[in-house]
């Protein structure tokens, strides 16, 4: 099988040669893709002097629209992502590529203890495998790692769902778990990364709630509505004995909080059939 290697990148000038040089002596990559995601400094100019195919974004459209153009672009039956800012060690692709021979659809670089940027991203990214592990009932150790190893046709599939953010590995990883494709997990160590950082503390914290709901509608809204709608039923039937018991009769908060719980319910059903609708095989 062909190995395409697919790097989006954003002023990684400092990083980017190195990481190619590691890749191209492990000799197991058809092609080395770098998207040039609208870089402002020599981005493409040492990717192109390491021997990488560059792809450049006039303008800079986001992590996920990099990784769309290379995986639209690789030529590859497995397209192995990573990022090109020396966090993820290239001596690790062929224990991703194993598992793939090994018969699975999506292997993801699960980043073990040690490897986070910091503590408040640890903590985030240990919420999301949570969430993300009660939604499809299958241990998730690594959702939002970058590093990953898939069957290029079956990701292609689900190019339409991927946002072009940062965001695109939960996405991914949620489809692949919702399609019935075989996900499996290879421990990895992330380095710290070479030069400046594009996350953004205070944008990046909204990014983390609008996550925490995508991970929920991705896979299955009722899921996450139906124990809401449940809890609001409970509180509404207790009310309501305490105010026969105490008044003897049936108050506006007890019809507010059914009307809630049967509102809350519907919206789940109704969000349930619209997931459905976008996980039908499109060919």
Do not use: C
Not at 183 to 203: D, F
């Amino acid at each position: 099988m062909k190995v395409s290697i697919v790097i989006p990148a954003k002023n990684e000038s400092a990083a980017i040669g190195k990481t190619i040089e590691q890749i191209q002596q492990l000799q197991l990559a058809h092609e080395i893709i770098v998207v040039n995601d609208g870089s402002t400094d020599q981005t493409q100019q040492v990717a192109e002097s390491a021997g990488a195919k560059v792809l450049t974004h006039p303008y800079s459209k986001g992590n996920g629209a990099a990784i769309k153009t290379g995986a639209r672009t690789a030529a590859g039956d497995i397209i192995i992502f990573m990022d090109a800012d020396g966090q993820h060690d290239p001596q690790d692709i062929p224990h991703l590529l194993k598992k793939i021979e090994q018969g699975y659809d999506l292997v993801v670089g699960a980043r073990q203890k040690g490897s986070q940027a910091s503590i408040g991203r640890g903590i985030a990214n240990s919420l999301y495998n949570n969430l993300a592990t009660y939604m499809t009932e299958h241990p998730v150790e690594d959702l939002t790692s970058g590093f990953r190893a898939v069957r290029a046709e079956k990701f292609r599939e689900f190019l339409y769902l991927l946002p072009n953010g940062f965001s695109y590995p939960t996405t991914s990883t949620m489809a692949f778990f919702r399609a019935g494709y075989s996900v499996t997990y290879v421990p990895i160590h992330a380095a710290k990364r070479i030069g400046k950082s594009h996350i953004q503390p205070l944008k990046d914290g909204v990014r983390f709630f609008l996550i925490i709901f995508k991970i929920a509608t991705l896979f299955s809204p009722l899921k996450m509505f139906l124990p809401i709608a449940v809890f609001l039923f409970m509180m509404a039937t207790g009310w309501y004995g305490y105010t026969l018991w105490d008044a003897g009769r049936f108050t506006n908060m007890s019809a507010l909080l059914y009307t809630g719980s049967i509102m809350i319910f519907l919206m789940g059903l109704i969000s349930e059939q619209v997931t459905t609708l976008m996980y039908k095989d499109r060919n």
